[in-house]
């Protein structure tokens, strides 16, 4: 790429305008027919931030000089997938060169929707020199952070729109990709070999590439394929100019021979009646129907898939699916481990919300530790996205209106106006279903009706405004409340005392020099579950507390109740119950949420920032039903009964773990090459807990082979979550995290599946690292 131009370009005025970004996404993505007049939209669009799009970078409230803005124009292709490796680069005249892989980024956003701009814009003159029309960010993912956002000021409205909707088109390419494409991950992968852009790839560059893949293989060996490749190409050459290094096509052809897995081919054998490697269109859809769990397929159906599996077919010959038209089967839809349509939404959502797993979030405001760092919005924006369906507020008198910190620490404020603008705009672009607010209330009762003003201003029709009733009747369902607002919190009790929502949370105890202020009615009109607590006698309970009731639990009540035997089961199959992380938990860890959801507690809030083992668990729950943050209760909790009474094995789960592919390294600066192996554990009632592990491979990360079998004996299966981890086995220190991925018993499909991996220090979804499993499941009549 260029240097950053000196004078760039200050006039956008020759782009076409670019009215219609669904066109520029239908061009990227779905490969739609346009005009010429939309191609030469988006093309100019595009051509425009490869040279450089003048813009001001807002940092810490300040304006700086004009600078560009660009695309590489060596590594975006348009409408090319390859765009997705497109590299975004901003810099100032005294600031380092910054970029940003298009994969690192969330999201373009418009006007002053970061923390950084709208602490800006409380001075009038940036609003005057930046007004907000005018305004735009690009937010990307940080390993230290949720999320962290560049602030921009663009030289006009239109200047804005160019850089908005291009950037955006090409992050809708990107989403829309659906299965692995191993082919373009392969292409990409030697692009980055050639490391002199000829096009070719020498021998070490290549030793280079399968050394960061981690394969360890023989020098020797891959020298040797490389040479017979090379071999062949110049004999096909004929007297011509002898080649010394590989063409792209000849890489592939290497490739495939270095990564060929036997145990796709045999696995194609077992499918294959006849002892064939091959499948024609009625064994496949015998194989789609039997074996893999699938409903629905004909013969035109399982034809359709072989050509979609076998891009090269000859459509005038037979159909065949060969061994690597099973490798892209198993990489597709066909290979997923989640159920036929467990993905979207399933569940019945008629159900009143207790009868509900929530997804929910703890101190959302927070990004790092809890004693120091910022309170953010972009904590909030990221729960809603990851689909959270309850986020927390603390909310604390401010110099003229609220704001949200946390109590005794370091954290600095943001308004509660600005937080809830953006939680109104991005609550329910996942998840139509409701969203849970609780505030932990720490303002006066002069700020309080301000605070009512700013929720009714800010959250319009969308706040649920519970009805008279709503004490004595059972609460709406999601389906119900779809779009809506629900806020939770302290509320005047019998006694007309304001009940704590946290009473066990150290930051949250009142001190007798800090008593509590009693509720303005305004404020407690709004809240539609307020805080109660539970008492020793929980059938007493049940009785006397109001239906729209809501008690809150620390991670040890949840199991002094469990070990105590307590009947909150009985409790939480007719009031919603929060529970949530020890106060002592300064540094955001997780508890574990299965022993909440084991006592039909709905809503276990995590820490949504620090990913680990028990944000996995959550993760792994809310990844099904369209991901929409509600999970219906099995019928035993439903129906009030401690499922740790299920002593009788029902299902016998077998898992053959065969092998992996592309396994990242554990730590991705070092030099090491991973010897992986697979824990399986299973979490669930106490019965049901149990955990296995595979042999470690050594040195290949690449692909390695285990075949190993395993087996679960389950009683209480609806319950039941299965975590796969891989490890890199170390004799001498802790065994490094590699990859994981997390699913409920009850949505696992049979048969063989490629299961994708989230891996790295955030747990995010790898685009090639998977394993290649076996299902099988037994029921015990």
């Given at each position: 790429m260029?240097s950053?131009?000196s004078?760039p370009?200050?006039?956008?005025?020759p782009i076409?305008?670019v009215?219609?970004?669904?066109?520029?996404t239908n061009?990227?993505?779905?490969?739609?027919?346009?005009?010429?007049?939309?191609?030469?939209?988006a093309?100019?669009v595009?051509?425009?931030?490869?040279h450089?799009?003048p813009v001001r970078r807002?940092?810490?409230s300040?304006?700086?000089?004009?600078?560009?803005?660009?695309?590489?124009?060596?590594?975006?292709?348009f409408?090319?997938a390859s765009a997705l490796?497109?590299?975004?680069r901003f810099?100032?005249?005294n600031?380092k060169l910054k970029?940003?892989d298009l994969d690192?980024?969330?999201e373009?956003?418009q006007?002053?929707g970061t923390?950084?701009?709208?602490?800006?814009?409380?001075k009038?003159?940036f609003?005057e020199s930046?007004p907000?029309?005018?305004c735009?960010?690009i937010?990307?993912?940080h390993p230290?952070y949720?999320s962290?956002?560049v602030?921009?000021?663009a030289?006009?409205?239109?200047?804005?729109?160019y850089c908005?909707?291009?950037i955006q088109?090409?992050?809708?390419?990107?989403?829309?990709?659906?299965?692995?494409?191993?082919?373009?991950w392969l292409?990409?992968?030697f692009?980055?070999?050639d490391?002199d852009?000829?096009?070719q790839i020498?021998?070490?560059?290549l030793?280079?590439?399968?050394?960061?893949?981690?394969?360890?293989?023989?020098r020797?060996?891959v020298?040797?394929?490389?040479d017979l490749?090379l071999?062949e190409?110049n004999?096909?050459?004929?007297?011509?100019?002898r080649r010394t290094a590989?063409?792209q096509e000849?890489?592939m052809r290497?490739f495939?021979?270095?990564?060929d897995l036997?145990?796709?081919t045999?696995a194609?054998?077992?499918?294959n009646n006849?002892?064939?490697?091959h499948?024609?269109a009625?064994q496949?859809q015998h194989f789609?129907?039997e074996?893999?769990?699938?409903?629905?397929?004909?013969i035109?159906?399982?034809e359709?898939?072989?050509?979609?599996c076998?891009?090269a077919?000859?459509t005038?010959?037979?159909?065949?699916l060969?061994?690597?038209g099973?490798?892209?089967?198993m990489q597709?839809r066909w290979g997923?481990?989640?159920?036929?349509n467990?993905?979207?939404t399933?569940m019945?959502m008629?159900k009143?919300?207790y009868?509900?797993f929530?997804s929910s979030?703890?101190n959302?405001y927070l990004?790092g530790?809890q004693?120091r760092g910022?309170?953010t919005?972009?904590?909030?924006?990221?729960?809603l996205?990851?689909g959270a369906?309850?986020l927390?507020l603390?909310v604390?008198?401010?110099?003229?209106e609220?704001?949200?910190t946390?109590?005794r620490?370091?954290?600095?404020a943001i308004?509660l106006?600005n937080t809830?603008?953006c939680?109104?705009k991005y609550?329910f672009?996942?998840?139509?279903?409701?969203?849970i607010?609780?505030?932990?209330?720490?303002v006066?009762?002069?700020?309080?009706?301000?605070?009512a003003?700013?929720?009714?201003e800010e959250?319009g029709s969308?706040l649920?405004?519970p009805?008279?009733?709503?004490a004595?009747?059972?609460l709406p369902s999601?389906h119900?409340?779809?779009?809506?607002f629900?806020l939770?919190?302290?509320?005047?009790?019998?006694n007309d005392?304001?009940v704590?929502?946290?009473?066990?949370s150290?930051t949250?105890?009142?001190?007798p020099?800090s008593?509590?202020?009693?509720?303005?009615p305004s404020f407690?009109?709004?809240i539609?579950?307020?805080?109660?607590?539970?008492?020793?006698?929980?059938y007493q309970d049940?009785?006397?507390h109001?239906m729209?009731g809501s008690p809150?639990?620390?991670?040890?009540?949840v199991?002094a109740y469990l070990?105590?035997n307590?009947?909150i089961?009985a409790?939480?199959?007719?009031?919603?119950?929060?529970?949530?992380?020890?106060g002592?938990r300064?540094?955001?860890s997780?508890?574990?949420?299965?022993?909440?959801?084991v006592?039909?507690?709905?809503?276990?809030a995590m820490?949504?920032?620090?990913?680990?083992?028990?944000?996995?668990?959550?993760?792994?729950l809310?990844a099904?039903?369209?991901?929409?943050?509600y999970i219906?209760k099995?019928?035993?909790?439903r129906?009030?009964?401690d499922p740790?009474?299920?002593?009788?094995t029902?299902?016998?789960?077998?898992i053959?773990i065969?092998?992996?592919?592309y396994?990242?390294?554990?730590?991705p600066q070092?030099?090491?090459?991973?010897?992986?192996?697979v824990?399986?554990e299973?979490?669930?009632i106490?019965?049901d807990?149990?955990k296995s592990r595979?042999?470690?491979?050594r040195?290949?990360g690449?692909?390695?082979v285990?075949n190993?079998?395993?087996?679960?004996?389950l009683?209480c299966p609806e319950l039941a979550i299965?975590?796969?981890?891989?490890?890199d086995f170390?004799?001498?220190s802790?065994?490094d995290?590699?990859?994981e991925y997390t699913i409920?018993v009850a949505?696992?499909?049979?048969?063989y599946?490629?299961?994708?991996?989230?891996t790295g220090?955030?747990?995010n979804?790898?685009?090639?690292a998977?394993?290649?499993?076996?299902v099988?499941?037994?029921?015990v009549k």
């Amino acid at each position: 790429m260029n240097s950053p131009a000196s004078s760039p370009p200050s006039d956008p005025k020759p782009i076409p305008p670019v009215d219609d970004t669904q066109n520029i996404t239908n061009l990227v993505v779905n490969g739609t027919t346009t005009t010429q007049h939309q191609t030469e939209q988006a093309e100019a669009v595009l051509k425009a931030l490869e040279h450089g799009i003048p813009v001001r970078r807002v940092k810490k409230s300040k304006l700086h000089e004009p600078m560009p803005i660009l695309v590489h124009d060596k590594t975006i292709r348009f409408p090319s997938a390859s765009a997705l490796w497109a590299r975004f680069r901003f810099c100032g005249p005294n600031d380092k060169l910054k970029e940003l892989d298009l994969d690192e980024i969330i999201e373009v956003r418009q006007g002053y929707g970061t923390d950084g701009l709208h602490k800006a814009a409380k001075k009038f003159t940036f609003q005057e020199s930046a007004p907000e029309a005018k305004c735009f960010s690009i937010v990307y993912r940080h390993p230290k952070y949720v999320s962290k956002a560049v602030d921009f000021v663009a030289d006009s409205e239109e200047t804005k729109e160019y850089c908005v909707k291009a950037i955006q088109s090409l992050l809708a390419q990107k989403r829309h990709v659906m299965s692995f494409d191993e082919k373009q991950w392969l292409v990409r992968n030697f692009k980055k070999a050639d490391l002199d852009r000829n096009g070719q790839i020498a021998f070490d560059e290549l030793w280079k590439l399968l050394k960061k893949l981690n394969l360890q293989m023989s020098r020797s060996y891959v020298r040797k394929l490389y040479d017979l490749t090379l071999a062949e190409t110049n004999k096909d050459a004929g007297g011509g100019r002898r080649r010394t290094a590989l063409n792209q096509e000849e890489f592939m052809r290497l490739f495939n021979v270095l990564s060929d897995l036997p145990e796709y081919t045999h696995a194609l054998l077992l499918a294959n009646n006849e002892g064939e490697p091959h499948l024609n269109a009625e064994q496949l859809q015998h194989f789609l129907q039997e074996e893999q769990g699938f409903e629905g397929i004909d013969i035109k159906k399982a034809e359709s898939i072989i050509h979609m599996c076998e891009p090269a077919l000859n459509t005038t010959s037979a159909s065949l699916l060969t061994t690597n038209g099973f490798r892209r089967l198993m990489q597709s839809r066909w290979g997923n481990i989640l159920k036929q349509n467990h993905e979207s939404t399933f569940m019945d959502m008629t159900k009143p919300m207790y009868d509900y797993f929530i997804s929910s979030s703890h101190n959302t405001y927070l990004t790092g530790l809890q004693v120091r760092g910022e309170a953010t919005v972009e904590g909030y924006i990221s729960a809603l996205r990851k689909g959270a369906r309850l986020l927390e507020l603390d909310v604390f008198d401010g110099e003229s209106e609220p704001v949200i910190t946390h109590k005794r620490t370091f954290i600095s404020a943001i308004t509660l106006r600005n937080t809830l603008k953006c939680i109104n705009k991005y609550a329910f672009e996942t998840s139509p279903y409701p969203v849970i607010l609780t505030i932990e209330n720490h303002v006066g009762f002069v700020q309080q009706k301000i605070m009512a003003e700013i929720f009714e201003e800010e959250l319009g029709s969308n706040l649920y405004l519970p009805p008279p009733d709503a004490a004595t009747k059972p609460l709406p369902s999601p389906h119900e409340l779809r779009h809506k607002f629900i806020l939770r919190g302290k509320n005047m009790g019998a006694n007309d005392t304001p009940v704590d929502d946290d009473p066990d949370s150290p930051t949250d105890r009142q001190s007798p020099a800090s008593p509590r202020s009693p509720i303005e009615p305004s404020f407690g009109r709004l809240i539609g579950l307020p805080s109660v607590k539970l008492t020793a006698n929980i059938y007493q309970d049940i009785q006397d507390h109001p239906m729209n009731g809501s008690p809150s639990l620390s991670e040890s009540k949840v199991k002094a109740y469990l070990a105590g035997n307590a009947p909150i089961p009985a409790y939480a199959a007719s009031r919603l119950i929060k529970s949530y992380p020890a106060g002592i938990r300064q540094d955001s860890s997780n508890m574990n949420p299965v022993p909440s959801w084991v006592c039909g507690v709905q809503c276990a809030a995590m820490n949504l920032q620090t990913a680990g083992e028990d944000l996995d668990l959550a993760n792994g729950l809310f990844a099904i039903n369209g991901q929409c943050g509600y999970i219906l209760k099995p019928k035993i909790l439903r129906d009030g009964l401690d499922p740790r009474q299920c002593v009788e094995t029902k299902v016998h789960l077998h898992i053959a773990i065969i092998c992996a592919q592309y396994l990242p390294k554990a730590d991705p600066q070092g030099s090491d090459i991973v010897d992986p192996y697979v824990t399986l554990e299973m979490f669930g009632i106490p019965l049901d807990m149990n955990k296995s592990r595979t042999r470690a491979i050594r040195n290949n990360g690449f692909n390695p082979v285990w075949n190993e079998n395993f087996e679960f004996n389950l009683r209480c299966p609806e319950l039941a979550i299965l975590r796969f981890c891989v490890k890199d086995f170390d004799s001498t220190s802790s065994n490094d995290f590699v990859g994981e991925y997390t699913i409920p018993v009850a949505s696992i499909r049979t048969g063989y599946s490629h299961i994708r991996l989230n891996t790295g220090f955030e747990h995010n979804p790898d685009e090639a690292a998977s394993l290649f499993v076996r299902v099988a499941f037994e029921t015990v009549k």
